[in-house]
């Protein structure tokens, strides 16, 4: 597929006319004049897959249609102006020159900073770019701080509402590999699963995303199967807390140690699929290697400094960053045993959903002819592998929290295929199969253990919601 540009949709095609215009009469009353243009961005839940994309492993996500959607127009000064219709975020006004953006407590508006100062850069690169000032209103449907990465979609939106009024016009990749890159100026060590999604993200689809360079390939959905969201409602923003960055170091000491063990050059190695590559084996050889090299008890900092004879400010310097330098026990062999399975989980995830679709259309034979594939097997196998994914994360990468194990206990119980949490978790959401026949039930289950836990009807909504394969990234034009 050729790589397009992000699509330009008219005013009157945005699907919910009552939202935007609530939109641009906020922004007239902030401003005293309309918006010039729109920008929407959504977020996503990833199907199967995580917390492999920064180490180089391909993931399965899909849009959903809860998204950022921003209004904006140049103000012909120096500052951006920048207000949210939900009065918990609060108005900031920068200068466009001279803003930092803060790792250390990271505010909404540095999200917008970091799209704003992406594209600035990728313009300066092209040739001397003027900066501009800009007047932004943002509205956000995304659960913030849940696993359906409300702030990827908050920095790609606010890229294209940079981009815009430049008069450059970036392609969908572009923008994706832009935001992937300034996504990290609020200090997350992300691997552009959510950008790349935000941007490439086609209705009725999900997509195989593959890194460096990105790309990615449909993949559809078995028809009698749906997937749910539920969300446990505990927080984790990963910019303020270390739990993301530590996981990410311990990746890349556990792609460092176990290619010493094996006589490669270390420090040529930074994501464990560069040890797969140099060696050219196959995942499950990966595996064996892990368990052959890696002991299962936790390595110390001076254990992993002397295996790879560096002092601990090399290692600091080399492989750890500002969030992790404090670490002085990592779980290398649970980590990487994650990392190297789940990849594998997603490629047969992928090859499942696509063996379906093609004995559908006649493509699959066998000595015998054309072989058609059971609907129903199919979803069990799709929701075995999300079962396995599930214990996964939480037994080696340890990345759940007692009340999204409790939700994901939950939902199999309920009736699911297949249940895991989704995103980067401690807290947020997990994404169920379920077969469509059973959908009515499931919901009515789920909404019970909601209310036996004290929620209410409102929170319950936004918590707990049928996702069907959502549209990507777009400019709305005043046309
Ligand atoms: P997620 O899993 O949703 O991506 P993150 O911790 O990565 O969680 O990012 C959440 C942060 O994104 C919030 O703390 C907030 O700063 C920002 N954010 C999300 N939604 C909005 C919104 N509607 N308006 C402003 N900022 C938002
Ligand atoms: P969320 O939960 O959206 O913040 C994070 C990372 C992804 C990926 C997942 C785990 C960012 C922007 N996003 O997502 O790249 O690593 O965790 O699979 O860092
Ligand atoms: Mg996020």
């Not at 200068?95 to 990728?122: M, Q, R």
């Not at 009725?204 to 009698?224: H, S, W």
Request: aromatic letters at 8%; one cysteine or more.
């Amino acid at each position: 597929m050729a790589d397009e540009f992000v699509p330009e949709i008219a005013f009157s095609d945005y699907e919910d006319q009552k939202r935007i215009n609530v939109l641009k009469a906020k922004f007239f009353e902030i401003f005293s004049s309309d918006p010039e243009y729109y920008c929407r961005a959504p977020g996503r839940v990833n199907l199967i897959g995580e917390h492999i994309d920064y180490c180089g492993y391909g993931v399965l996500p899909m849009a959903i249609d809860q998204d950022i959607l921003i209004a904006a127009s140049k103000n012909g000064s120096s500052k951006l102006k920048l207000y949210n219709l939900n009065d918990k975020y609060g108005a900031q006004e920068v200068e466009c020159s001279s803003f930092e953006i803060d790792k250390a407590s990271p505010k909404w508006y540095h999200y917008f900073l970091c799209g704003y100062k992406g594209v600035i850069e990728k313009l300066n690169a092209k040739k001397n770019c003027k900066l501009f000032g800009l007047n932004v209103l943002v509205d956000g449907s995304v659960p913030p701080c849940a696993g359906l990465s409300s702030s990827s979609a908050l920095v790609c939106a606010s890229s294209l509402a940079t981009m815009m009024p430049s008069g450059c016009k970036f392609t969908k990749l572009e923008m994706a590999e832009l935001c992937q890159h300034c996504e990290k100026y609020i200090g997350t060590e992300g691997g552009g699963m959510d950008q790349s999604i935000s941007f490439l993200a086609q209705k009725g689809k999900a997509k195989y995303v593959e890194f460096n360079p990105i790309r990615g390939t449909d993949v559809q959905i078995p028809l009698g199967g749906s997937f749910v969201i539920a969300n446990c409602c505990v927080e984790m923003n990963k910019a303020a807390t270390d739990h993301f960055n530590i996981r990410v170091a311990e990746c890349r000491l556990a792609a460092q140690v176990l290619a010493n063990q094996i006589n490669l050059n270390w420090r040529d190695v930074k994501r464990l699929v560069d040890v797969q590559n140099l060696l050219n084996l196959s995942l499950e050889k990966c595996l064996k290697l892990v368990e052959r090299h890696f002991h299962i008890t936790e390595y110390s900092k001076e254990e992993i400094c002397a295996a790879l004879r560096v002092t601990e400010q090399e290692l600091d310097e080399i492989s750890l960053g500002p969030r992790s330098r404090h670490v002085k026990t990592f779980k290398l062999r649970q980590r990487a045993e994650h990392v190297y399975s789940e990849s594998l989980r997603v490629l047969n995830f992928k090859d499942v959903c696509n063996k379906f679709s093609s004995s559908l259309s006649g493509n699959t034979k066998d000595s015998e002819g054309d072989v058609q594939i059971d609907a129903s097997a199919t979803l069990k196998r799709l929701g075995d592998l999300m079962n396995l994914s599930h214990r996964s994360c939480r037994d080696d990468y340890e990345c759940s929290c007692k009340e999204l194990d409790d939700l994901v206990h939950h939902s199999t119980s309920s009736g699911s295929l297949g249940c895991r949490l989704t995103g980067a978790g401690w807290g947020g959401c997990c994404v169920s199969l379920v077969e469509d026949d059973q959908l009515d039930d499931f919901i009515a289950k789920m909404k019970n253990y909601y209310k036996q836990k004290g929620f209410s009807d409102s929170v319950i909504e936004m918590s707990l919601f049928v996702s069907n394969p959502g549209q990507g990234a777009a400019i709305i034009l005043n046309k």
